[in-house]
């Protein structure tokens, strides 16, 4: 995360170049011009990718025969890059494979780090292909005041909560960097061969560096790159370059794999397929992400149920009536009510949602009701998870973790 | 190799600045600004290295109560960094490591590729310690244009007449960046904490890297770096961090020592030490060093002896006289003789070059004297690295190349 000096440098930047206040959305900072929260439109048309239309969420219905996952449905996941290729294939019986990660900062995830592993499920439920999850502990190393061991030591706490989201371990790779760099050379091979087509004007382009920052962060987006081609993996793939990758993440990590399509075709590889979701609003309110840093701003999947009534009632940013007479003249204003975005991202019954949806915004329901409808959601949700996470021992997380061969056949 | 228009680009900015034409030294341009070649006096103060001087000279012979090897009798190797810092961890028999290494970016290494090496044979036999000799393939793809498998295939190769200038296979482990960072984890975890403490302002500064070089090349520093650190082989010195390192290499490698030996205390590392020689001239005389590129400035260990008879009667830059007479009366300059500056490298007997260099200078040895004399030098050097090459079989080069625990304990 940036400096405050850094972003005001940034947002000036920006008013200086666009005449107006734009939206900051980089890999490392998420900052909204407005209070109404990012404009993941005018983020559309900036960054190059398409929005996720109803003409292909009913393709998706159509060739996987199920209904899509709330989080498409609802236009979390808002944008992508090729996915209609990706249903091509799948179409034509040819393989894919997911790709996804984490970049393991702190010990405590947030359930904003848990929207990308959910639906990533869906994905590998739905689809049945191998997924591969890159821990970056060699990034939170460069960026952070962190040991290699502690950042390599979060990796595997992180991997733990990942697992927890239930991905099958005949299908999932997990791998540290830090690990996986030292055991399997076509890593370090295709970074070479990434990094060899990208100038560093092009990285002071797409991600903003400057000269003063370390030639560790420079060398960075190569790695997070490499994933993006089948052959880092020989020993899933067979060693087969030509497999296609789709990438399930938040928009924030979208330059990575700008500059990844941007080289694929000199390597003679596939561009990689992208969905983007948004972010996950931090309980203050929309205009940025939840920040791990600030424990006042995040639930996480380590608290209590006492300690995720007081975090919404006390934070939660409510778009209801300052008064209880306004609120029943006038409704809530669900756009903005940071209790009903979090039950868009977590409560899967479309029906109970509509209604809380209508009862809230014509002022019937009360913002006391409807934090009483998110706390049991989350209280559930975060319960089980730190059941399921309490099962995952050292011993799984090494099994999910070792280099090998998965369930399926190249 | 920079191409001619940014040779004259980086002369023209040292003029500039220094006021008058300074010599080009750094990893990938060697260019005297004078026609007697580099001032080496003049690059010692600009590296801001220490000259070697007959009290370390003695010093070595009185601790190793051995004879100094010729090249640093005759000022080959003639300037270094904390020698004095090794030889008093050898007067106290505490251990320390040699590191070495080669860019294979031809198949054919030509003679000045070899004087690190016997040098390095030299330290290694005197002072009994370990080596590493590190195969830079991943630079050569960076740099050159070569496949990754092309450049690992010169590593091996290149390897080869490595293996037959003598090193014994218990003391010694000659690794291919590209393999070995895929199979020992400590040294892509240097690598990041090396690019960590170095900004892209500080390797513009050292290395002249710009706006539009690769990330490849601008990451590549701290791979040649992290071998200065034990910690880097833990096969070989059991996890020690704390082992210090003496690199035997050509001045113009330097940089990368100098950015090195800069982060050691920021790393709790030692910093490395280092011997630095001159430059093997070409054929055609000092200003230069030799260019594996072009075949007429240099004799490669694949040359016959009829080839290297007819390179040095046909190339080999002469300080003799225009004409017999003018040889029998002035006599020759031994100075600037690159046939005599071959003897001072590869001749053994110091008796006998010094009375080459008498009578050549008086006049009374000629040129084609002379040129005989270097001919049937060379020609059983490098008949006998060839017949000694031939024996090193892929498998040969296997065992030098595994990781593996070396003859020591620590």
Same mark, same amino acid.
């Given at each position: 995360m940036a400096n405050t000096e850094e972003l005001e440098q940034k947002v000036g930047e920006m008013s200086v170049a666009e005449g107006e206040q734009e939206d900051i959305v980089d890999p490392w900072t998420v900052v909204s011009?407005?209070?109404?929260?990012?404009?993941y439109d005018k983020l559309i048309n900036r960054f190059g990718s398409s929005k996720i239309d109803d003409e292909l969420i009913k393709r998706i219905e159509r060739v996987t025969g199920k209904p899509v996952h709330h989080l498409l449905r609802r236009g979390i996941f808002f944008s992508h890059r090729d996915m209609h290729f990706i249903l091509d294939q799948y179409e034509q019986k040819k393989p894919f494979y997911l790709y996804t990660g984490r970049g393991?900062?702190?010990?405590a995830m947030h359930l904003g780090h848990l929207v990308p592993f959910i639906f990533t499920k869906w994905l590998q439920d739905t689809f049945d292909v191998p997924l591969v999850v890159q821990m970056t502990d060699d990034e939170k190393f460069l960026w952070k005041d962190l040991t290699l061991d502690e950042a390599n030591r979060l990796a595997h706490e992180n991997a733990k909560d990942i697992i927890a989201c239930g991905f099958d371990i005949k299908k999932t790779l997990i791998f540290s960097d830090l690990e996986y760099m030292g055991q399997v050379p076509e890593f370090y091979r295709n970074i070479c061969q990434i990094s060899k087509l990208v100038t560093f004007n092009q990285v002071r382009g797409i991600?903003?560096?400057?000269?003063? %920052?370390?030639i560790g962060k420079i060398a960075f987006p190569p790695v997070q790159a490499a994933?993006?081609?089948?052959?880092?993996f020989p020993h899933i793939?067979?060693?087969?370059?030509d497999l296609p990758c789709l990438i399930p993440c938040a928009? %924030?990590?979208d330059p990575y794999f700008r500059m990844t399509r941007d080289v694929a075709p000199r390597m003679d590889c596939l561009k990689p397929a992208l969905v983007h979701s948004t972010f996950f609003p931090a309980l203050q309110g929309a205009q940025s992400k939840m920040s791990?840093?600030?424990?006042?701003?995040s639930i996480f999947l380590t608290d209590t149920n006492e300690e995720i009534k007081t975090k919404i009632n006390k934070?939660?940013?409510?778009?209801?009536?300052?008064?209880l007479e306004e609120h029943k003249g006038k409704g809530g204003n669900c756009e903005i009510d940071v209790s009903y975005q979090y039950l868009t991202f977590f409560m899967e019954d479309d029906t109970k949602l509509e209604k809380i949806r209508k009862d809230y915004t014509s002022g019937e329901l009360l913002t006391g009701d409807l934090k009483k409808e998110l706390i049991t959601v989350l209280q559930k949700l975060v319960s089980e998870h730190r059941e399921k996470r309490a099962q995952v021992t050292d011993e799984i997380v090494k099994q999910y973790m070792t280099p090998r061969k998965l369930a399926f056949d190249y």
């Open positions: 011009a407005s209070a109404k929260g990012i404009d393991p900062s702190s010990e991600f903003g560096f400057g000269d003063s %920052d370390s994933p993006s081609f089948s052959s880092t793939f067979n060693n087969r370059k928009i %924030d990590q791990a840093s600030d424990p006042t701003s934070y939660a940013f409510s778009g209801g009536g300052a008064t």
